[in-house]
């Protein structure tokens, strides 16, 4: 296991774990889709089945995650490098994702369709911004976050 000196990107005192960047980048792609479909179908048990993905992934439990592990398994038969990077930012993303995604079914439910598919606007733009250009907005917004920074005293 890498030590903090060498480990890539800048370190996060919520979450030490090292992340596949790539096998995220599938994950976006996938998250896209299921969303695109739920959407199409205004299927909610589709959009709140993502919605446990994605809390799955947020609190690190990739293993019981379909999409993660689909994700990393394509990645693989892809022959695709695994580019390791901190966790954390992308743990952020999956628990915004997980808030999207569960307020878009949310609204679903109650019949405010319109609300609901504005959130699943937004999730959608974000997961296609990290899927096909690699630019994660929750990640962008991670380090400004107040718990990100770390007391410099006693």
Sequence with gaps: MPSAATRPGPSCPIVPDLGDETAGRIA?????????LAAAGSWVWMILALAVDFALRA????AW?????LAGFLRRRAHLPARMINAGPKRFAAALGFLFSLGTGLAWLVGLRSLGHALAAILGLCAALEAFLGVCLACQI?????????SGGA
């Design 28 to 36: 976006a792609g996938l998250s896209l889709g299921l969303l695109a």
């Design 142 to 150: 991670h380090p400004w976050l107040p718990w990100r920074h770390e």
């Design 65 to 69: 995650s379909p999409v993660a592990r």
């Design 59 to 62: 609190t690190g439990r990739f």
